[in-house]
């Protein structure tokens, strides 16, 4: 079983920067294909960015394209999302999720067999 453990959310104004980090348990996060996701209230769970395993095919939601950054650091097991310009659209609970199943799940949120509890983003307008 593969935990997830996601930090770096909390409260920002519109324009302002976060960081979110991703550290999923055990020795094989190189072979895990790494998501974000979030979910607004009353809102279904949306894509936001999707990294491969070795980190060098990257994808993002037309929305976040150009502000968000997704990257991994395989030495430290660890995964980023960088956020920057953030509106307050962007408020949400953000998931990260791992898929070792997939090579490539991209956007497809069934491909992926583990998911974090979440971290709230809050964008003051």
């Known amino acids: 079983q593969v935990q997830l453990v996601e930090s770096g959310g909390g409260w920002v104004q519109a324009g302002g920067s976060l960081r979110l980090s991703c550290a999923p348990s055990g020795r094989t996060f190189s072979r895990y294909a790494m998501g974000w996701f979030r979910q607004a209230p009353g809102t279904e769970r949306e894509f936001v960015a999707a990294n491969s395993r070795s980190g060098g095919s990257t994808y993002y939601a037309d929305s976040v394209k150009g502000r968000f950054t997704i990257s991994r650091d395989n030495g430290k097991n660890t995964v980023y999302l960088q956020m920057n310009m953030l509106k307050p659209e962007d408020t949400a609970v953000y998931y990260c999720?791992?898929?070792?199943?997939?090579?490539?799940?991209?956007?497809?949120?069934?491909?992926?067999?583990?998911w974090g509890q979440g971290t709230q983003v809050t964008v003051s307008s």
């Open positions: 999720a791992a898929s070792i199943g997939s090579s490539w799940p991209g956007s497809r949120s069934y491909e992926y067999e583990y």
